[in-house]
């Protein structure tokens, strides 16, 4: 008989989800609005910062998609973005026909380099195209130097949109992720650290554009008895069922957390004296990571037996544990071939080492034994 699956990350459920999705049913709100959606974004606010505003979504894609809209990116407009990330970071871009500058990450937190960030800024204004926004990256729950790509931002005057899908709970010098920028993205997808089976967030800095950014996503009805319509809209709003699953989950995140950050102690206690390897953590304490996802970076000419990235994975497949490498950088990927990118090759040294290990809130003791024999049996 195969051994049941260990994923990267799964669905954990706290409880009482059930219940708010059964008023839900009691209330008769089978509907992209009412009291789950109204709460959700109480609880992401209260939970994030007091002064934001929160507006719920469909999914993290649409809220960065509503973000560009928000900011008025047009055809051909230069849009910067952290290269190494999932492509829903990216894709938005090109729904509005902008153009993106992909940019290469630094070693410490693997997110968006802030020396290439000003080289690509001052190559748009040489071009007399100063880039409409800046969306970087919490990868796997670590912030990025979020003090110096701010500071960039703000001594040109362009739009930070911080990509916070991975990182809700994170902090940076004490601030949560998806609150430094003109927008924070989050994502409910069913992988990501809470799920509303599928749903994201779009955290504004002001009720004025949360209240823009509900209208685009409800269609852009203008105020009048009929449909009337001045603007094109979307369908994104987040369903009440799916919003009350999030405010179930919100009431256990801070626990999950914990328990993810756990993993990341287990994988650096596991590989502590393993030649070669090194798990990805803070790099000092102005970083508080949510431990999404642990990952790992093999460096094949020191490990035993030169064992790559890939051999690791391919002993994890075999006994039905789930790894995956690091996200291929956008740069590199078939689609954005003719998009222009500024930096070295990290981001693409990270990709050719790199691996994400089983990092759920609801792994076992029985899960990380499996882990741990995977291992042994790989260095002994
Ligand atoms: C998951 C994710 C998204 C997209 O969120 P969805 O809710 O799946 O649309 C965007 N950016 C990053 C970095 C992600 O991991």
Redesign the pocket.
């Known amino acids: 008989m195969q051994k049941s699956k260990i994923w990267l990350s799964s669905p954990h459920m706290g409880g009482d989800e059930i219940n708010y999705i059964n008023s839900a049913f009691k209330e008769n709100w089978i509907a992209p609005l009412g009291p789950n959606v109204i709460g959700f974004e109480k609880d992401l606010q209260t939970y994030l910062d007091e002064n934001k505003k929160i507006a719920v979504l469909s999914?993290?894609?649409a809220a960065?998609h509503l973000s560009l809209i928000m900011l008025g990116v047009k055809r051909n407009d230069y849009v910067i973005c952290q290269s190494m990330?999932?492509s829903?970071?990216a894709n938005p871009i090109k729904y509005m026909d902008a153009k993106a500058i992909f940019i290469d990450s630094e070693p410490d937190t693997w997110n968006m380099c802030p020396k290439a960030l000003r080289k690509a800024i001052e190559y748009g204004i040489r071009e007399n195209k100063k880039p409409k926004a800046v969306i970087c990256?919490h990868l796997y729950g670590m912030p990025a130097q979020l003090d110096k790509i701010k500071s960039i931002c703000d001594e040109y005057d362009i739009a930070l949109i911080e990509?916070a899908?991975?990182a809700l709970g994170s902090t940076f010098e004490n601030q949560k992720c998806g609150t430094f920028g003109d927008y924070g993205i989050l994502?409910?997808?069913g992988n990501?650290i809470i799920t509303t089976s599928g749903?994201?967030a779009l955290v504004c800095n002001s009720q004025e554009n949360q209240k823009k950014a509900v209208f685009y996503a409800t269609q852009a009805r203008d105020d009048a008895p009929h449909y009337q319509h001045s603007e094109i809209g979307y369908n994104y709003r987040l369903s009440n069922i799916s919003a009350g699953i999030g405010r179930g989950q919100m009431q256990v995140l801070d626990k999950h957390i914990a328990l993810r950050r756990k993993m990341n102690q287990f994988y650096q206690e596991l590989f502590k004296d393993t030649e070669g390897i090194t798990v990805f953590k803070e790099p000092n304490s102005d970083y508080f990571s949510n431990h999404w996802l642990s990952a790992i970076l093999v460096d094949s000419k020191k490990t035993k037996n030169n064992l790559t990235r890939e051999d690791i994975r391919l002993a994890f497949e075999e006994e039905n544990i789930e790894s995956r490498p690091l996200w291929k950088p956008m740069h590199l990927q078939p689609v954005f071939k003719d998009e222009l990118y500024f930096g070295g090759t990290v981001a693409e040294d990270l990709f050719r080492d790199g691996l994400c290990l089983p990092s759920g809130s609801n792994l076992t003791d029985e899960d990380r034994d499996r882990i741990t024999s995977v291992i042994g049996e790989l260095f002994k």
Do not use: L, P, W
């Open positions: 999914s993290g894609t960065i990330t999932f829903a970071s990256v990509d899908a991975e994502s409910f997808n990501k749903g994201g």
